[in-house]
């Protein structure tokens, strides 16, 4: 993981647009049924992105978080995925509700995505330029020669040196960063509203994540966007992200402003979180393991989702779910204790 301490180097230094949020996930429920059962993926999460802010959605492998992004962009393959409750309201909009055609329009103009593998992501039989510049061609009907033209200056803008040339080579011809930033020329040449970044970073050594990510802090600047940062990387956040929301078993289980989780994190699993990841400003000492391992989305366990694994738990954590609840000004926590762990008392 890299290190958090350029947090200020690229996060958004204004505060966001008024108004509604551009993005507002509220109380999704995303499962999957199969031959072998039924999955809770998404169990009831929320969150909300500003125009012009970044907002980083923290978890684990297997925390839901990337299915809920793909459910916000109504991509769930189904069967056997199934959004079966909440609301994704896009400029007020309810997303779940639109027709597909609708939703693709959106989803090619106002919403975007980065995903982790551009390798997979982009077609390995096409030339990069011929990719990029199909975007024009289709959404803005351009010709061929303005559409390439559109595409060398796209390449340009996401820094590929010589992208002049560059830009009739193939996929495999590019490093891993270099097919990334090409990826994001892709997701912005639309200019979209939002942009969702699905893990943009974790096949990359650790000087071109952060080459990735301040690219990615620069165009949401830049283009007035929202952004959307999904990542198990909480190094990574730490360089980029205005707020946070963490996911343990499907839902948000803390949210608070980047600098205030790393100071004084509000929730059990986040303070493990925290604990196990290399700090330089922190020298010495062994880093923590969080005890046990993630819950099994097919048998959560009831009560608190942390509590098998949580040094907390009281009785109460096994019986009653705790609900996200308000500690301090823009920060909450799903956790019984929740006001005695930020104060430090637990
Ligand atoms: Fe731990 Fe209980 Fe808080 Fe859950 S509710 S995080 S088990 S103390």
Redesign the pocket.
């Known amino acids: 993981m890299s290190s958090p301490t350029r947090a200020a180097a690229v996060r958004s230094t204004t505060d966001p647009a008024p108004g509604p949020p551009l993005l507002e996930v509220r109380d999704l429920w995303v499962e999957y049924r199969t031959s072998y059962g039924l999955t809770n993926a998404v169990n009831g999460l929320s969150y909300s992105v500003n125009r012009g802010e970044t907002l980083a959605i923290l978890g684990e492998s297997g925390s839901g978080k990337s299915v809920a992004a793909r459910a916000v962009l109504g991509i769930i393959e189904s069967p056997p995925g199934y959004v079966t409750g909440g609301e994704v309201l896009f400029d007020e909009v309810d997303l779940t509700r639109l027709p597909a055609k609708e939703m693709r329009r959106i989803r090619g103009e106002r919403i975007a995505i980065v995903f982790q593998d551009a390798l997979t992501a982009l077609n390995p039989v096409f030339t990069v330029g011929f990719q990029i510049a199909e975007m024009f061609r289709v959404h803005r009907g351009m010709s061929h020669a303005d559409a390439t033209r559109k595409a060398i200056e796209l390449l340009d803008r996401v820094r590929i040196p010589n992208a002049h040339n560059r830009v009739g080579d193939y996929p495999h011809q590019f490093s891993g960063g270099m097919r990334q930033r090409v990826m994001i020329a892709m997701a912005i040449a639309l200019e979209p509203d939002l942009l969702i970044a699905d893990e943009p970073t974790t096949a990359l050594d650790v000087t071109v994540q952060a080459q990735i990510m301040a690219l990615l802090a620069e165009l949401r600047h830049d283009l007035g966007m929202g952004l959307v940062l999904i990542t198990h990387d909480l190094g990574v956040v730490a360089e980029v992200a205005d707020r946070a929301v963490v996911m343990y078993a499907g839902r948000g289980i803390e949210y608070a402003p980047i600098g205030e989780l790393y100071k004084s994190p509000a ?3 986040t303070r493990a979180l925290m604990r196990s990841i290399p700090r330089a400003d922190q020298k010495g000492g062994r880093l923590e393991a969080i005890d046990g391992a993630p819950p099994n989305l097919s048998a959560i366990p009831a009560g ?1 989702e ?2 098998p694994r ?1 040094p ?3 009785p109460v ?1 096994s019986e009653e779910r ?1 609900d996200p609840v308000e500690v301090a000004a823009g920060r909450r926590s799903a ?3 929740a006001e005695k762990v930020v104060s430090g008392e637990q």
Do not use: K
């Open positions: 929730h059990p699993y608190c942390f509590h949580c907390l738990a009281a954590c705790p956790c019984h204790f």
